[in-house]
Every structure is written in structure tokens, then in C-alpha cells.
């Protein structure tokens, strides 16, 4: 960004002069204009110091918005445009309130794009890593109905649900993932630093080493020789994963393993019907056609496997066969999503019996995550209490057999 200063004519003929903040001569120009004043000339001034405007770019690239921002961004926006608020001053408001600095340059970038004739949607369609194609087609069905601040409003609902549902399940693995953790550097400490200390008294004393101490010698050799190996396998490993899981085929078979894992698979297999069914529902409240609103699903269902059947029913939709039958056709969608789609596609209350199918997969999730958190426990348990039980008999199965050598 940098300062420029212009001079111009207003309404009444008089001349002007002033000073804008913009990121080149046309932005300026335009914000000029959109003050009612003809520009004769402008000529910037000053640009951020030391390359200010370089670190500036760098940083807003790497600025990242949360959720809670996004939420509070949509509902400012809603409440402005209940209170009839022009959206020109609308995101003049949004640009000085929001403390998010990607939002705050994405609302002058979307403000300064509807003052040259662009579409609301169409302009926030330019920042695809913030506002998702979910969020977008509802701002699009919104500005096409006139009804964009009550499609607000669900958009907001969503967005909250989303967060919860998100939350909930990270809230259930974030237990395991530290004891596993833990679990992990405490085996790597004993087997490095306790087991070769012990194995050098036995060795001195003469004794047999039982299996489990030449299980933990080998283990510790193999580290202590081969740790270049086995760092570099690892670490090859975890990107090359990363790498694969960004393909079409590693993502379809990465999400398909995790509807297929026991506990973790029906919780994933509940939320992604939660989400299908309350996006489902709330499009339809907004008036997108049916074929626009299952597009929309596609993209927004965040599951390779399912989206990937989504998308073979949704041809099957496309010839006219309606939604329940080629959805009864489809892997992953439970027949409780099948039979409510039915009963509402008879008595033409779908978008009724889509919000009740979500209200229960909410209720399916939580429950879910309660369970899956009460049986991880138990499991850990198990897994810390072999761990402990097999360094316990590799230290002290020798011990044992060195008291009897020192009667």
C-alpha cells in the first residue's frame, strides 16, 4: 500500500485535493471517483518504508482466518445489512473493525471491486482460501432472491455447526494423540538410556539374557547404528504420504481408510451425514435449485469417498430419478438418510425432514464422541501397560536371575 495524492474537481466545480492510501494509481483513481470527485492528477507520495509494502504482501499471504473471525465478519455483515446499511459503507465499516488483517484487506479489495460494477459473490469469489463454495453459492442465492441478510443468518448456523462438529472430534482425538506421544518418548528413553545400562551389568555378570532383554538389545542396536535410517524413513515417509494424500486417488483412499477404521469410522461416517443433511437443508431454505444445491454438496461434503458416490448419484438425480432412489444406491449414506429423503420427497416436506436428519446425526456425533472417548481410555491403558509390562520383564527377568547367582 502507498500514499496518493490527487487533485480534482468536484460536483460543484470547485477544485479538491487530498490524499488516498491505495495499491496503485487505477485503485487510487477509483476511490477518487467513488469520493464524487474527477481526478486531473494523481501521484503517489510515499510508500511504506524499508520495503514495508514487500513484507506487507509476504505477510498477508501468510495470515490465516479462524473460524471465530469468519463467524464474526458474516455476522457483522448481517446485522449492517438488516440495518439497511449501504454496502459500499458497509465494508468501509467492516475494513475498520475487523482485527483479522487478510479480512480487513479482503474487505477493501471486495469494496473497491462493487465499486467498479462487480457482484458481491463474484468479488468474494476472489479469495477462494477464505470463503468457501458453500459460503459463496449462499451469498450468490442470497443477491439473486433479495434475500441476502436472512441467508446470512443460516449461513452463520452453518458455520457454527461446522465449528462445533470440528471441535467436538478434535476435542476426542487431542487425548490419545498426547499419550501416544508420550507413550512414544518414553519407550525411545528407556530403550536408549535404561536398557543398554542394565544389559552391560548382566553381560559383565555372565548371565543369559532371556528374550525379552535381547528383544530390547536388538531394538536399541538397531537404533543406535541405523538412526540416520530409520530418521530419514521416517521423515520420507511422512511427506511422502503428505504428497500422496494431495492426489485425487491418495485422498479417495485416505478418507475411505477412515470410514473404514473401527471406532473412529461411524463417528467420521455421522458427521459427514450431519453435514450433508444440515447444508442440504438450509440451500434449499435459500432457494437454490435442487441441481445447484446438490453441486454445491459435492464440493462441500469434505470426504473424497463419499463425494466421490455423491457424485455418481447425483447423474443418476440428473435423469430424473429423484433423490432417495439413487441415493439408496449409494456406499456410506445410511438408510436412515435414505428413508427421511423418501418421506420428504412424498409429502414434499424434504427440507423439514433434512433438518430433523441433521438434528439427529448432531445428537448421533456427540453421543459418538463420548463413546469413542470412554473407550479410548481403557485402550491406552492396555497399550501403556504392555509397554511398561515388556521393559519390566527385560530388566528385571535378569535381575532375578542375578540375586540367585549372588547366594
Same mark, same amino acid.
Do not use: C
Given at each position: 500500500?502507498?500514499?496518493?495524492?490527487?487533485?480534482?474537481?468536484?460536483?460543484?466545480?470547485?477544485?479538491?485535493?487530498?490524499?488516498?492510501?491505495?495499491?496503485?494509481?487505477?485503485?487510487?483513481?477509483?476511490?477518487?471517483?467513488?469520493?464524487?470527485?474527477?481526478?486531473?492528477?494523481?501521484?503517489?507520495?510515499?510508500?511504506?518504508?524499508?520495503?514495508?509494502?514487500?513484507?506487507?504482501?509476504?505477510?498477508?499471504?501468510?495470515?490465516?482466518? @479462524?473460524?471465530?473471525?469468519?463467524?464474526?465478519?458474516?455476522?457483522?455483515?448481517?446485522?449492517?445489512?438488516?440495518?439497511?446499511?449501504?454496502?459500499?459503507?458497509?465494508?468501509?465499516?467492516?475494513?475498520?473493525?475487523?482485527?483479522? @488483517?487478510?479480512?480487513?484487506?479482503? /474487505?477493501?479489495?471486495?469494496?473497491?471491486?462493487?465499486?467498479?460494477?462487480?457482484?458481491?459473490?463474484?468479488?468474494?469469489?476472489?479469495?477462494?482460501?477464505?470463503?468457501?463454495?458453500?459460503?459463496?453459492?449462499?451469498?450468490?442465492?442470497?443477491?439473486?432472491?433479495?434475500?441476502?441478510?436472512?441467508?446470512?443468518?443460516?449461513?452463520?448456523?452453518?458455520? %457454527?455447526? %461446522?465449528?462445533?462438529?470440528?471441535?467436538?472430534?478434535?476435542?476426542?482425538?487431542? =487425548?490419545?494423540?498426547?499419550?501416544?506421544?508420550?507413550?512414544?518418548?518414553?519407550?525411545? $528413553?528407556?530403550?536408549?538410556?535404561?536398557?543398554?545400562?542394565?544389559?552391560?551389568?548382566?553381560?559383565?555378570?555372565?548371565?543369559?539374557?532371556?528374550?525379552?532383554?535381547?528383544?530390547? #538389545?536388538?531394538?536399541?542396536?538397531?537404533?543406535?547404528?541405523?538412526?540416520?535410517?530409520?530418521?530419514?524413513?521416517?521423515?520420507?515417509?511422512? +511427506?511422502?504420504?503428505?504428497? =500422496?494424500?494431495?492426489?485425487?486417488?491418495?485422498?479417495?483412499?485416505?478418507?475411505?481408510?477412515?470410514?473404514?477404521?473401527?471406532?473412529?469410522?461411524?463417528?467420521?461416517?455421522?458427521?459427514?451425514?450431519?453435514?450433508?443433511?444440515?447444508?442440504?437443508?438450509?440451500? !434449499?431454505?435459500?432457494?437454490?435449485?435442487?441441481? !445447484?444445491?446438490?453441486?454445491?454438496?459435492?464440493?462441500?461434503?469434505?470426504?473424497? /469417498?463419499?463425494?466421490?458416490?455423491?457424485?455418481?448419484?447425483?447423474?443418476?438425480? !440428473?435423469?430424473?430419478?429423484?433423490?432417495?432412489?439413487?441415493?439408496?444406491?449409494?456406499?456410506?449414506?445410511?438408510?436412515?438418510?435414505?428413508?427421511?429423503?423418501?418421506?420428504?420427497?412424498?409429502?414434499?416436506?424434504?427440507?423439514?425432514?433434512?433438518? !430433523?436428519?441433521?438434528?439427529?446425526?448432531?445428537?448421533?456425533?456427540?453421543?459418538? $464422541?463420548?463413546?469413542?472417548?470412554?473407550?479410548?481410555?481403557?485402550?491406552? #491403558?492396555?497399550?501403556?501397560?504392555?509397554? +511398561?509390562?515388556?521393559?519390566?520383564?527385560?530388566?528385571?527377568?535378569?535381575?532375578?536371575?542375578?540375586?540367585?547367582?549372588?547366594?
Amino acid at each position: 500500500m502507498a500514499n496518493y495524492s490527487y487533485q480534482g474537481i468536484n460536483e460543484s466545480g470547485m477544485s479538491v485535493s487530498g490524499t488516498v492510501e491505495a495499491e496503485s494509481v487505477g485503485m487510487a483513481e477509483n476511490m477518487v471517483l467513488a469520493r464524487g470527485h474527477i481526478p486531473s492528477k494523481v501521484t503517489a507520495t510515499t510508500k511504506a518504508a524499508g520495503g514495508g509494502s514487500f513484507f506487507s504482501r509476504i505477510e498477508n499471504s501468510l495470515a490465516t482466518v @479462524k473460524v471465530s473471525d469468519l463467524i464474526l465478519f458474516t455476522k457483522q455483515f448481517r446485522s449492517m445489512m438488516q440495518a439497511g446499511v449501504p454496502i459500499i459503507r458497509l465494508l468501509q465499516v467492516l475494513e475498520n473493525q475487523t482485527q483479522n @488483517k487478510k479480512l480487513k484487506n479482503i /474487505a477493501a479489495t471486495v469494496s473497491q471491486d462493487i465499486k467498479t460494477g462487480s457482484t458481491l459473490h463474484n468479488a468474494m469469489k476472489k479469495h477462494p482460501s477464505v470463503f468457501e463454495p458453500l459460503y459463496l453459492s449462499m451469498i450468490n442465492a442470497g443477491e439473486v432472491s433479495g434475500t441476502l441478510p436472512e441467508v446470512l443468518n443460516r449461513l452463520i448456523n452453518i458455520v %457454527e455447526h %461446522e465449528a462445533k462438529v470440528k471441535s467436538e472430534i478434535k476435542a476426542a482425538l487431542q =487425548y490419545p494423540i498426547i499419550v501416544l506421544i508420550a507413550l512414544g518418548v518414553a519407550f525411545i $528413553v528407556l530403550l536408549t538410556f535404561v536398557i543398554p545400562k542394565f544389559a552391560t551389568i548382566f553381560a559383565k555378570a555372565g548371565l543369559v539374557l532371556p528374550l525379552p532383554t535381547k528383544i530390547a #538389545m536388538i531394538m536399541y542396536a538397531g537404533l543406535s547404528n541405523y538412526w540416520y535410517i530409520i530418521l530419514a524413513g521416517v521423515v520420507g515417509l511422512i +511427506v511422502g504420504l503428505r504428497l =500422496y494424500f494431495k492426489t485425487p486417488l491418495g485422498r479417495y483412499n485416505r478418507d475411505a481408510f477412515l470410514l473404514w477404521m473401527p471406532l473412529f469410522g461411524p463417528l467420521f461416517q455421522k458427521a459427514a451425514m450431519s453435514r450433508f443433511a444440515s447444508i442440504f437443508s438450509i440451500l !434449499q431454505a435459500s432457494g437454490v435449485p435442487v441441481m !445447484q444445491a446438490l453441486e454445491v454438496l459435492a464440493g462441500t461434503i469434505d470426504n473424497a /469417498a463419499i463425494t466421490k458416490e455423491f457424485d455418481r448419484v447425483r447423474i443418476l438425480i !440428473q435423469e430424473g430419478q429423484g433423490i432417495a432412489g439413487p441415493l439408496g444406491t449409494a456406499k456410506y449414506f445410511t438408510p436412515m438418510v435414505v428413508d427421511m429423503v423418501a418421506i420428504g420427497e412424498e409429502s414434499g416436506t424434504i427440507e423439514e425432514m433434512l433438518r !430433523q436428519i441433521a438434528v439427529h446425526y448432531d445428537d448421533e456425533v456427540a453421543y459418538a $464422541v463420548k463413546r469413542l472417548s470412554d473407550m479410548i481410555g481403557p485402550i491406552l #491403558m492396555v497399550g501403556l501397560a504392555g509397554v +511398561v509390562g515388556f521393559f519390566a520383564l527385560a530388566i528385571y527377568m535378569p535381575m532375578w536371575d542375578l540375586t540367585k547367582l549372588a547366594k
